[in-house]
T-cell receptor, first 114, second 115 residues
Framework: EAQVTQNPRYLITVTGKKLTVTCSQNMNHEYMSWYRQDPGLGLRQIYYSMNVEVTDKGDVPEGYKVSRKEKRNFPLILESPSPNQTSLYFC?????????????FGNGTRLTVT | AQKVTQAQTEISVVEKEDVTLDCVYETRDTTYYLFWYKQPPSGELVFLIRRNSFDEQNEISGRYSWNFQKSTSSFNFTITASQVVDSAVYFCALSERAGGFKTIFGAGTRLFVKA
């Protein structure tokens, strides 16, 4: 089944403790992206990647890192999480880019930082 | 700068009513793409439609229809004869050619359809 898989679905952590949210897609998509969803703000783009080893900042990249060593994986890294990063995170992929093809989303990761 | 405004935060209707969700966008690019996504209570995000700036034809898919008007920078979404299963948060989104590969989402409209 074609899908975007994020793990974990739920994560509670403490301030400053490094964490990684994994994202994997099995559709051979070129484009992958991370978003955070906050009430009243919709989805805001954190980072995106057009291809392996190519990543770029979205609108809210501060406090996050990403890597794209393989086409299928695009992990989101929080080196030192803070409470303002408590949010619902979505990974997405598309075949060649969000303009030409629709985004396929993972099921989301709800992160709480205390 | 690109921007997407969904002025309706929440809408509540009774089943079988028609409902229109508004989306107004701002862009300086002449080539851009507009999208609608649905987020049901289960939380996943589902693609509904994509439109490019050169195609102003309205589209109908079953009970769903979309009205794209460049003159008013709007891309409104109408659900005809709403059903309880239409209850969800709906997001409008914009991607500019000049904006690289960013996609900007509106804040979303939560639709409640009551039986």
């Amino acid at each position: 089944e074609a899908q975007v898989t994020q793990n974990p679905r739920y994560l509670i952590t403490v301030t400053g403790k490094k964490l990684t949210v994994t994202c994997s897609q099995n559709m051979n998509h070129e484009y992958m992206s991370w978003y955070r969803q906050d009430p009243g703000l919709g989805l805001r783009q954190i980072y995106y990647s057009m291809n392996v080893e190519v990543t770029d900042k979205g609108d809210v990249p501060e406090g996050y890192k990403v890597s794209r060593k393989e086409k299928r994986n695009f992990p989101l890294i929080l080196e030192s999480p803070s409470p303002n990063q408590t949010s619902l995170y979505f990974c997405a992929s598309s075949l060649v880019g969000p303009q030409q093809s629709p985004l396929h989303f993972g099921n989301g990761t709800r992160l709480t930082v205390t | 700068a690109q921007k997407v405004t969904q002025a309706q935060t929440e809408i509540s209707v009774v089943e079988k009513e028609d409902v229109t969700l508004d989306c107004v966008y701002e862009t300086r690019d002449t080539t851009y793409y507009l999208f609608w996504y649905k987020q049901p209570p289960s939380g996943e995000l589902v693609f509904l439609i994509r439109r490019n700036s050169f195609d102003e034809q309205n589209e109908i898919s079953g009970r769903y229809s979309w009205n794209f008007q460049k003159s008013t920078s709007s891309f409104n979404f109408t659900i005809t004869a709403s059903q309880v299963v239409d209850s969800a948060v709906y997001f409008c989104a914009l991607s500019e050619r000049a904006g690289g590969f960013k996609t900007i989402f509106g804040a979303g409209t939560r639709l409640f359809v009551k039986a």
